[in-house]
């Protein structure tokens, strides 16, 4: 029998784990997913963002292999997620946004029955430690708080030693602990060279997380690149306020200005050399700008841009 | 391109993962107290009840009589009806949809889920043939085959059809409506409480294509070597078993076709 811990080929280790090439998927007349590409690499997290109904899990139930594509494919290490079903699953692990265990089991028995189903799980004792359930090991599952079902159920999803794993939302409903711990394993498995794909809608998480990032809106992949790029994708702003009396500054060219009373807010791809103009001329003027703030363009702002639709696909235009 | 980095140990075989999620679903069933209730005691109460009933057998000794409504209303009270309540409590809970996304396939989880009712009902089974022998009413049959076929085919067949019922089955507690007409039709025209033969005889002839007809028909062959319409095999019990044997494997191929349509592993959006 080989080991366990062959040694990856070549070609393996620099093929991408997830190869999703214009991806479509429908309900009847609606389409949910409409050609969207990406890739996650070994050891690297990739965060596909998107409001609620923007097509993040009926894309990830194709890879899931829990649904055929309506278009386009799916590469799962390079195997079909369908046909190659057996090969995929044993490397695949997967936490659904949502999903229930029966209740009347007690974790330890949940977790070895699942072990028991798969090709090469790591020991219960070690699940349950990874998760901090050691203690609830003989509690029913009826019994356990959201968060601990929640963290049980992520337990069952790394339990066979998945090389790529795929969380939706995988933090949702849990306390700022259990999420900070749920990270940790997060970044634990990339750092032993898994592959992770996980939607999320806290923006936090994503910062946290990702080495890169895709935003969907209604079925496309609108953004997508390093956290840097896609804050790339958004102008710096510049925030003051005048009072009365103050002379106004002068505007440079590649300024869009946006003033509401004495408040000024001004938004610029060149943030710093129109900073040092707008000091340099305070400066000059004697003028106090009062509660001054500059900031570069960030993720947030991109994920709100697309969220509410002012967002064109910037990164698609600059490839 | 290679896979070389797939190569895991092989793990445990397909019978050993089936049975590791078997043994949960049958540590369930024991604990919920009410099913295991409904599915144990009703049925067997039900049967006791039955010569009480006094309804009319045909010639079938009274032993074989008991069998042969022990397996028709263990097949549809417990397999059937108490699988559709399962599949469906299950898929509503969104356990079926976690277990899909492992290493079991679909139809082992399937198999899964069936197990615990699967072996109750060839306990039950059991129990009321050592019942039989016990009040000395046991007569040898006339052949052992045909009625471990029809028992195995019946339990096939009705795990089939509870996965095909789950497809217009909303809820745990509307499989009482769903799953009635089934019910009605396959005790009430199966042939189970009284020969088809006291029915208008097209009727009779119809109700030999219903899907518990058969196995009811080969239960009383092998078992009496009687007929369908209620009278002793003229030949051999195999010739005569030809007609419910093709029957009985044309609803396997149908339930099979409508389990693969229907069975819903998630709840509609």
Known sequence: MQPATAAPSTDTATT?????????????????????????????????????????????????????????????????????RARVRRELGVLLQTSGLPGDLTVAETLRAWAGTLSDPRPVEEALAQVSLTGRADVRVRALSGGERRRLDLAMALLGRP?????????????????????????GLVADGAAVLLTTHHLEEAEELADRVAVMR????????????????????????????DPRPPVPAEVQVVEDGHRVEWRTRALQPVLAQLLAWAAEHGV????????????EQAFLAVADGTHPSLMEENR | ???????????????????????????LFVRNRTALVNSVVVPVLFVLAVPALGLDGGDLPFGGRLLVIAVGISLVMLTYYNLVTTYVARREELVLQRMRTGELTGVEVQVAT?????????????????????????????????????????????????????????????????????????????????????????????ARFLPLTPVVELLQLGLAGQTWQGDAVDGSVWAAAGVPLAILAGWLVLGTLAARRGFAWAPRR
Request: aromatic share 4%.
């Open chain 1, 16 to 84: 991408p784990a997830v190869e999703v090439h214009d991806l479509r998927r429908s309900y009847g007349d609606f389409e949910a997913v409409r050609g969207i590409s990406f890739e996650v690499r070994r050891g690297e997290v990739l965060a596909l963002l998107g409001v609620n109904g923007a097509g993040k899990t009926s894309a990830l139930e194709v890879l899931e292999g829990l649904a055929p594509a309506g278009g386009g494919t799916v590469r799962v290490l390079g195997l079909d997620p369908v046909r190659d």
């Open chain 1, 163 to 187: 090389s790529v794993v795929v969380l939706d939302e995988p933090t949702t409903g849990l306390d700022p602990e259990s999420r900070r711990q749920v990270w940790e394993l997060v970044q």
């Open chain 1, 218 to 245: 209604a079925g496309q992949v609108v953004l997508s690149g390093t956290q840097a790029e896609i804050a790339e994708t958004q102008p710096a702003t510049v925030r003051f306020a005048l009072d009365a009396g």
């Open chain 1, 288 to 299: 106090v700008l009062r509660t001054l703030a500059a900031r570069a363009g960030s993720l």
């Open chain 2, 1 to 27: 391109m290679t896979t070389a980095t797939l190569s895991r140990p092989a793990g445990p075989s397909r019978l050993s993962r089936v049975w590791s999620l078997a043994s949960a679903e049958t540590r």
């Open chain 2, 114 to 206: 069936a197990a615990p009712t699967v072996l109750v009902t060839v306990g039950q089974v059991a129990l009321i043939a050592v019942g039989v022998v016990a009040i000395g009413e046991w007569t040898a049959p006339v052949d052992v085959v045909l009625p471990l076929v029809a028992l195995v085919g019946g339990i096939v067949l009705m795990v089939l059809l509870a996965a095909a019922t789950t497809g217009f089955t909303r809820t745990a507690e509307s499989a009482q409506i769903t799953g009635l007409p089934f019910i009605i039709v396959s005790t009430g025209l199966s042939g189970l409480f009284y020969p088809l033969s006291v029915l208008p005889e097209t009727l009779g002839e119809v």
